[in-house]
């Protein structure tokens, strides 16, 4: 009877994300399953909601709610300087690189609301690249693109945040880049001045320029494998000869039809180059 149970839950759950489709042009049939069922009944939980057809009601019926209910289901699990080592490479291993084009664009893709984007600018500010700099910074989620741009983070994570700048070879006092005030950390606005922040939802969006740098980072592994082969394709063809492609420490090209063209810069932080 439980197996049962759960399976009209997961027959109603797609039923649910065909609709949002059709409705709002948000994909999430590449998504993994097992994520999107988990976060499911916990946005249920939350809301006390008592069936998947009641949440389907709510969620067709009124865009805001649908607002909620996305920002529940794409995942925004994100901190500045996260994986100090990869920062450490990027700045060491990356930038001296891109120091050499007259004008860098990067792509940071589900920049979610903003500690890498800010970790990044920090970088490049600190190498004397950010005036050269154009970085697009999207994400499918119009909620965390709108905080992301606010540069505000709450000063609990301040003890993190400075540890993982420092260990990822911070030049200067961390302190300097924000200013503390009821709680919160804003970020000097100065280091986004080169960004430009708009939606782009990676399941079916197309490329939209060339980039010497995308960053991808701890997202695909929230897709299923067809939908990351697409995602790869994606920034294959945003990428100019030579240029970066960042991952997750747990993702990785190793199955993809992309891989040949690429190259390892540092295996560990899973930074990749693409080839000439």
Same mark, same amino acid.
């Given at each position: *009877?439980?197996?049962?149970?759960? @399976?009209?839950?997961?027959? @109603?759950?797609?039923?649910?994300?065909?609709? /949002?489709?059709?409705?709002?042009?948000?994909?999430?049939?590449? +998504?993994?399953?097992?994520?999107?069922?988990?976060?499911?009944?916990?946005?249920?939980?939350?809301?006390?909601?008592?069936?998947?057809? $009641?949440?389907?009601?709510?969620?067709?019926? %009124?865009?805001?709610?649908?607002?909620?209910?996305?920002?529940?289901?794409?995942?925004?699990?994100?901190? #500045?300087?996260?994986?100090?080592?990869?920062?450490?490479?990027?700045?060491?291993?990356?930038?001296? #690189?891109?120091?050499?084009?007259?004008?860098?664009?990067?792509?940071?893709?589900?920049?979610?609301?903003?500690?890498?984007?800010? &970790?990044?600018?920090?970088?490049?500010?600190? $190498?004397?690249?950010?005036?050269?700099?154009?970085?697009? =910074? !999207?994400? /499918?989620?119009?909620?965390?693109?709108?905080?992301?741009? $606010?540069?505000?983070?709450? !000063?609990?994570?301040?003890?993190?945040?400075?540890?993982?700048?420092?260990?990822?070879?911070?030049?200067?006092?961390?302190?300097?880049? +924000?200013?503390?005030?009821?709680?919160? *950390?804003?970020?000097? &606005? &100065?280091?986004?001045?080169?960004?430009?922040?708009?939606?782009?939802?990676? =399941? !079916? %969006?197309?490329?939209?320029?060339?980039?010497?740098?995308?960053?991808?980072?701890?997202?695909?592994?929230?897709?299923?494998?067809?939908?990351?082969?697409?995602?790869?394709?994606?920034? %294959?063809?945003?990428?100019? $000869?030579?240029?970066?492609?960042?991952?997750?420490?747990? @993702?990785?090209?190793? #199955?993809?039809?992309? &891989?040949?063209?690429?190259?390892?810069? %540092?295996?560990?932080?899973? /930074?990749?180059?693409?080839?000439?």
């Amino acid at each position: *009877m439980k197996v049962e149970k759960e @399976e009209f839950f997961e027959q @109603e759950v797609e039923a649910l994300i065909e609709d /949002i489709y059709s409705q709002y042009g948000y994909d999430f049939s590449g +998504y993994a399953r097992a994520s999107v069922y988990r976060r499911v009944k916990r946005f249920l939980n939350n809301k006390n909601v008592s069936t998947v057809a $009641e949440l389907k009601n709510k969620v067709l019926d %009124d865009s805001y709610y649908f607002e909620s209910f996305l920002q529940e289901i794409t995942v925004n699990v994100t901190e #500045m300087f996260r994986d100090p080592s990869f920062f450490q490479s990027l700045r060491n291993n990356v930038l001296p #690189m891109l120091s050499t084009y007259p004008f860098i664009k990067i792509w940071d893709a589900g920049c979610s609301t903003g500690e890498e984007l800010f &970790s990044l600018a920090i970088l490049l500010q600190e $190498e004397g690249l950010l005036d050269r700099t154009k970085i697009y =910074a !999207t994400d /499918i989620n119009q909620k965390v693109l709108k905080q992301a741009k $606010e540069g505000i983070f709450p !000063t609990s994570n301040i003890a993190a945040y400075t540890s993982g700048y420092y260990a990822s070879g911070g030049k200067k006092e961390f302190s300097s880049y +924000y200013l503390s005030n009821y709680g919160n *950390m804003k970020f000097d &606005s &100065s280091l986004i001045k080169n960004v430009v922040f708009y939606p782009h939802n990676l =399941a !079916t %969006d197309s490329s939209f320029n060339e980039f010497h740098l995308v960053l991808c980072r701890n997202v695909l592994i929230y897709f299923n494998r067809e939908l990351q082969e697409k995602v790869f394709k994606l920034f %294959d063809d945003s990428l100019v $000869e030579l240029g970066y492609l960042a991952l997750g420490k747990k @993702e990785t090209l190793a #199955m993809s039809q992309i &891989s040949r063209n690429y190259n390892f810069v %540092d295996k560990n932080n899973r /930074i990749y180059r693409k080839a000439s």
